[in-house]
């Protein structure tokens, strides 16, 4: 059974970075996405950014440009390195996986319920 596990999240300054991760455990077949949502108080979870079976990576408009993800196929891991945060950040950011024939950026306008794996969530803080 696949389980999903965020850390390092935690409370900066606007301005501030963070490097979130994902941890993986039990078996996964060759094929998955994994991707990076996030949902504020109030809102919808929303797709952040995506590296795709092949390694194409995607981001959200809003993310683009300061937030990185990488996998460590070695170490069943996905990150998103956040750098220059804005208070606008601030979510309950969580990793999930799927598979399918989405290239890049397209899977982050798919519904939360498309993903069958989600992990519990880290809460990422940004104060001006």
């Known amino acids: 059974q696949v389980r999903l596990v965020e850390s390092g999240g935690g409370s900066v300054q606007a301005g501030g970075s963070l490097r979130l991760a994902c941890s993986r455990s039990?078996?996964?077949?060759?094929?998955?996405?994994m991707v990076w949502f996030r949902q504020a108080p109030g809102k919808e979870r929303e797709g952040v950014a995506v590296?795709?079976?092949?390694?194409?990576?995607g981001y959200a408009d809003s993310v683009k440009g300061r937030f990185t993800i990488s996998r460590d196929g070695a170490k069943n891991t996905l990150y998103l390195q956040m750098n220059s945060l804005k208070p606008e950040d601030t979510a309950m950011y969580y990793c999930?996986?799927?598979?399918?024939?989405?290239?890049?950026?397209?899977?982050?306008?798919?519904?939360?319920?498309?993903?069958?794996?989600w992990g519990q969530g880290t809460q990422v803080t940004v104060s001006s």
């Open positions: 999930g996986a799927a598979r399918g024939t989405y290239r890049g950026s397209e899977w982050l306008g798919l519904p939360s319920t498309y993903f069958p794996y």
């Open positions: 039990g078996y996964m077949p060759s094929g998955y996405s």
């Open positions: 590296v795709d079976s092949d390694g194409t990576a």
